[in-house]
């Protein structure tokens, strides 16, 4: 079955870069989106179709697909970008949605 | 600017029913797909279910852990989406997110589907 494998938490200094990943097994050939919910706060859409951004998402942010893997990258974190990251796929066979788990960004 | 503003949440024991609703402003509700989303205690997103737009047969799919208990409708004069739980379990204790969709289909097929716009969620408690 489709499987989204994302590491539970990544930590990062400030100024640094974060990249959190997305290993996406059994898919084929999919998309990959991305969501931050920051605490307290409904999740938002900062990344879809693997690397476009949407109105509002600043450039440091930015989204990479290649074989079975996805990555968020956040360069120059900052403290504001705490929080946890979901990737997120279409698994077409069923219509449904298949979630990763999330990822814990501490800065 | 897109706003999605849920309703309806609160407290219910086991068995009870309980019904959201979503007001949708801000984008040509007629024409999107919308989802609901929920996030247990603690833990990570969940979709529950999703109605297509009437152009598109306004059908409804479920994930299998809420299929023959929730249903999902909308009202398109009134740019609202509802989602009637019943037959709450305990393991439905969650926020409740709308969500309007961006799709990409092809004929009846849909090829991907992500989540572009979210409300801030309403809280559902399932306890006796």
């Known amino acids: 079955s489709p499987v989204l494998t994302q590491p539970p938490s990544v930590t990062v200094a400030p100024g640094q870069t974060a990249s959190i990943t997305c290993g996406v097994e059994n898919f084929g050939r999919i998309s990959v989106h991305w969501y931050q919910q920051k605490p307290g706060q409904a999740p938002v859409l900062v990344v879809y179709?693997?690397?476009d951004r949407p109105s509002g998402i600043p450039d440091r942010i930015s989204g990479a697909h290649s074989g079975n893997m996805a990555t968020l990258t956040i360069s120059r974190v900052e403290a504001g970008d705490e929080g946890d990251y979901y990737c997120q796929v279409w698994e077409r066979d069923n219509e449904h949605p298949v979630f990763g788990g999330g990822t814990k960004l501490t800065v | 600017e897109v706003q999605l503003v849920e309703s309806g949440g609160g407290l219910v024991k086991p068995g009870g029913s309980l019904r959201l609703s979503c007001a949708v402003s801000g984008l040509r509700f007629s024409n999107v797909w919308m989802s609901w989303v929920r996030q247990a205690p603690g833990k990570g997103l969940e979709w529950v279910g999703r109605i297509k737009s009437e152009s598109n047969g306004g059908t409804s799919d479920y994930a299998a852990p809420v299929k023959g208990r929730f249903t999902i409708s909308r009202d398109d004069s009134r740019n609202t989406v509802v989602l009637q739980m019943n037959n709450l379990k305990t393991e439905d204790t969650g926020r409740y997110y709308c969500t309007a969709e961006s799709m990409t289909i092809a004929g009846a097929v849909s090829l991907d589907e992500h989540f572009e716009s979210w409300g801030q969620g309403t809280l559902v408690t399932v306890s006796s």
């Open positions: 179709d693997d690397n």
